[in-house]
């Protein structure tokens, strides 16, 4: 995966606000949705406590009422998965994020009528 469309997609579900903190990017959305209140490690840092950054997270999302969802992709930290199961984090719902070389052989919608309605 890239991280260009990494960062296409944070900035077209954009949140509320993001604050970033030694690389990881910590979005709050008003609860709208997990993508959009979540911590996401995708910059490297200079910070080498992870469990401390850890924590932080943690008490910066309890304040804003939030729950602490960390976004795994292929660019968090190598450790921070095994750390985040040793502090008692699960699988919440994975995600999979497909490409394409080039779009010359899609194929045609076979549905192409669209009715909207209120």
Not at 22 to 41: C, E, H, M, P
């Amino acid at each position: 995966m890239n991280k260009t469309i990494e960062e296409y997609s944070l900035n077209a579900w954009p949140a509320l606000q993001t604050l970033i903190q030694d690389g990881w990017l910590l979005r709050f959305a008003d609860v709208y949705t997990k993508r959009s209140n979540s911590i996401n490690a995708i910059y490297n840092g200079i910070d080498d406590n992870l469990k401390k950054k850890i924590m932080n997270c943690e008490e910066i999302y309890s304040r804003s009422n939030l729950d602490v969802i960390f976004k795994i992709t292929p660019f968090v930290p190598e450790s921070l998965d095994k750390a985040l199961e040793d502090r008692g984090y699960g699988v919440l719902d994975p995600s999979s994020v497909q490409t394409l070389e080039s779009l010359t052989d899609i194929k045609e919608p076979s549905v192409k009528d669209v009715e909207i309605a209120e």
